[in-house]
């Protein structure tokens, strides 16, 4: 009877001992799946901002080589801007030289050279078909040679004059050039600074991302161990 009792006090024992263990196994088994869902979801996240800064890091390198290849193109251009300026200057130190040039001639040197050389060409063919006295063919003589002076300086001004409006036709034109690249790199720089912009705001979102990422992966490696 004793020996009966005590088979059944023990096996009493043996089944809370069963369903304590069974209670706990289950506990167990839930904190196993909370931990595995929780190593899922840290994983998921890191992935996740992984390819975001994957993304934004892509996009940082893109807009930087945009940005660089305006930047190349305003350089080319600020070199060719300023050598016409240079251009320009030359132009101008030459076209006050010759104005000075030109400062020199006195007001008979700019008559018409055409007319001039017309009263040359009347006194020689006077000579050449007249019976003149030698005192009068020495006045025409005269004449002819003081009208050869000045046709000659005639000629000189007007080839000065002709120069002058040449260069101030050709600094006007190099001034529109000049100005016109000037235009060009001041869109283009524009253009880089706002590529610049986006390229910063891109490496911001990166940097954020990525430690996001690296969190995410730290919790991942806790949850794991």
């Not at 007001?107 to 050389?117: I, L, M, R, S, Y």
């Not at 060409?121 to 006077?126: C, I, Q």
């Not at 050039?177 to 720089?189: F, R």
Request: positive net charge; hydrophobic residues 35%.
């Amino acid at each position: 009877m004793r020996e009966a009792f005590k088979l059944e006090s023990a096996f009493k024992e043996l089944q809370e001992e069963i369903k304590r263990l069974e209670q706990k196994s289950i506990e167990l088994q839930k904190r196993k799946e909370a931990l595995i869902a929780e190593m899922e979801n840290w994983f998921n996240r890191r992935e996740t901002f992984n390819k975001e800064f994957k993304k934004f890091k892509e996009e940082a390198l893109a807009l930087k080589a945009k940005r660089d290849e305006i930047n190349a193109q305003v350089k080319n251009l600020k070199t060719q801007r300023d050598a016409l300026r240079k251009k320009i200057a030359e132009k101008k130190e030459e076209l006050k030289a010759l104005k000075e040039k030109l400062k020199g001639f006195s007001k008979d040197c700019f008559g018409e050279c055409e007319k001039t050389k017309t009263q040359i060409e009347e006194l020689e063919w006077k000579i050449q078909t007249s019976s003149l006295p030698r005192e009068a063919e020495r006045e025409i003589i005269e004449q002819i040679k003081n009208l050869e002076v000045k046709f000659s300086l005639q000629k000189t001004a007007s080839e000065l004059k002709e120069k002058i409006d040449n260069l101030r036709s050709e600094i006007t034109r190099l001034n529109f050039e000049a100005e016109e690249l000037h235009k060009k790199i001041v869109n283009l720089a524009e253009e880089s600074e706002a590529y610049h912009q986006k390229m910063i705001k891109a490496a911001e979102e990166a940097s954020k991302i990525k430690k996001e990422a690296d969190e995410a992966h730290e919790n991942y490696i806790k949850a794991k161990t």
